[in-house]
């Protein structure tokens, strides 16, 4: 079975800092790694997903996010947000036996202050 | 090309009553699924269905039914809702076995109050 725990609830954070939301997951197989980015009355998209190769996997909207499978880690990461970037975030991570269970986190809501 | 559709967008329903939630999906995806996200507790998943005439229970699924007649539509069913159904729900598609988009699809979400 597959957990995923965000360590963060809430993260505040002023326009143009850095920001870091931190995920870790938990698995006895190999996994597939998701964040998926969800604004405010709307459904999740995907921001961007680890499968294999490289550890530092690129997404959407300048975000990256960096597999760590020794600490078991996910983190997701940009270097200047902006206040369009405030929406909740959520890690989900899929047995890669067959991607169609897929475990969310309970989500870190990013807020970007002018 | 819509995506992934769901009607309707709200609902206010009395305890007890029956309602079903409709999903459409235009991707000719395999894999439909139903989750109910709740604060603080993510997205989990209720039912969910890898191909046309089949489904299969999730994490939560006491409350609720499923049918997929269809390979683009996925109902979800309230057959006499609780308080405790109150909840934003969300269907989602994804492909079958594609090795390069393990992603799934999300629908705009059914915000259902149970009063």
């Known amino acids: 079975a597959q957990s995923v725990t965000q360590l963060d609830s809430q993260v505040p954070v002023f326009e143009e800092a850095p920001v870091e939301l931190r995920c870790n997951y938990s698995?006895?197989?190999?996994?597939?790694l998701f964040w998926y980015v969800q604004y405010p009355n709307q459904g999740l998209q995907l921001l961007l997903k680890?499968?294999?190769?490289?550890?530092l996997v690129k997404g959407i909207n300048g975000f990256e996010a960096e597999f760590n499978k020794s600490q078991t880690s996910f983190h997701l990461r940009k270097p200047s947000v902006h206040i369009s970037d405030t929406a909740e975030y959520f890690c989900a991570v899929s047995p890669n036996t067959g991607g169609f269970k897929t475990i969310f986190g309970a989500g870190t809501r990013l807020f970007v202050k002018a | 090309n819509a995506g992934v559709t769901q009607t309707p967008k709200f609902r206010v329903l009395k305890t007890g009553q029956s309602m079903t939630l409709l999903c459409a999906q235009d991707m000719n995806h395999e894999y439909m699924y139903w989750y109910r996200q709740d604060p603080g507790m993510g997205l989990r998943l209720i039912h969910y269905s890898v191909g046309e005439g089949t489904t299969a229970k999730g994490e939560v699924p006491d409350g609720y039914n499923v049918s997929r007649l269809k390979k683009q539509n996925f109902l979800l069913g309230l057959e006499s809702a609780a308080p405790s159904q109150t909840s934003v729900y969300f269907c989602?598609?994804?492909?079958?076995?594609?090795?390069?988009?393990?992603?799934?699809?999300f629908g705009p979400g059914t915000r259902l109050t149970v009063t």
């Open positions: 989602a598609s994804s492909f079958q076995g594609d090795r390069v988009t393990y992603e799934q699809y």
């Open positions: 698995s006895s197989v190999s996994v597939y």
């Open positions: 680890y499968l294999s190769g490289s550890t």
